[in-house]
């Protein structure tokens, strides 16, 4: 079985492919990938329709700086070509993700790719 590390490696070549079911597929069916600055997203087939949305929405390219591996975990430190960085932590059981969480910087990304930024609310007085 690939080690957690081979298996972000081929994760990253996914999605580089812009290949949201090749993606879903190294997902376990339960997964949770939480991107910190959205919703958490679970299970395998929420996964694959982020992805494709994501991949619909903006041409994005994960450029490895690091990849670190301790027991079940992996962690993906990332660029893109545009300059935006960030990090991705992946634990993985059995040759699946059963979890992700990442970390970047998402106003950076919408504004780079022109696409709509939420409004904020205030709290009422």
Same mark, same amino acid.
């Given at each position: 079985?690939?080690s957690?590390?081979?298996? /972000?490696?081929q994760w /990253?070549a996914?999605?580089?492919? =812009? @290949?949201?079911?090749?993606?879903s %597929?190294?997902?376990? %069916?339960?997964?949770?990938n939480h +991107? /910190?600055?959205?919703?958490?997203?679970?299970?395998r &087939?929420?996964?694959? +329709?982020?992805f494709?949305?994501?991949?619909?929405?903006?041409?994005?390219?994960?450029? /490895?700086d690091?990849?670190? $591996? @301790? =027991?079940?975990w992996?962690?993906?430190?990332?660029? @893109?070509?545009?300059?935006?960085?960030?990090c991705?932590?992946?634990?993985? $059981?059995? =040759?699946l993700i059963?979890?992700?969480r990442g970390?970047? @910087?998402?106003?950076s990304?919408l &504004?780079?790719?022109?696409l709509?930024?939420?409004s904020t609310? %205030?709290?009422?007085?």
């Amino acid at each position: 079985m690939a080690s957690p590390k081979e298996i /972000v490696k081929q994760w /990253v070549a996914a999605f580089n492919k =812009g @290949d949201a079911e090749l993606l879903s %597929s190294f997902y376990h %069916s339960d997964a949770v990938n939480h +991107q /910190v600055a959205n919703e958490p997203v679970v299970g395998r &087939q929420a996964i694959y +329709q982020m992805f494709r949305e994501e991949f619909a929405n903006a041409e994005m390219e994960c450029i /490895v700086d690091n990849i670190f $591996q @301790d =027991g079940e975990w992996a962690i993906l430190e990332w660029k @893109d070509p545009i300059g935006l960085r960030g990090c991705g932590f992946f634990h993985i $059981q059995n =040759g699946l993700i059963v979890m992700q969480r990442g970390y970047w @910087d998402k106003l950076s990304f919408l &504004q780079a790719h022109n696409l709509p930024i939420p409004s904020t609310k %205030s709290p009422s007085n």
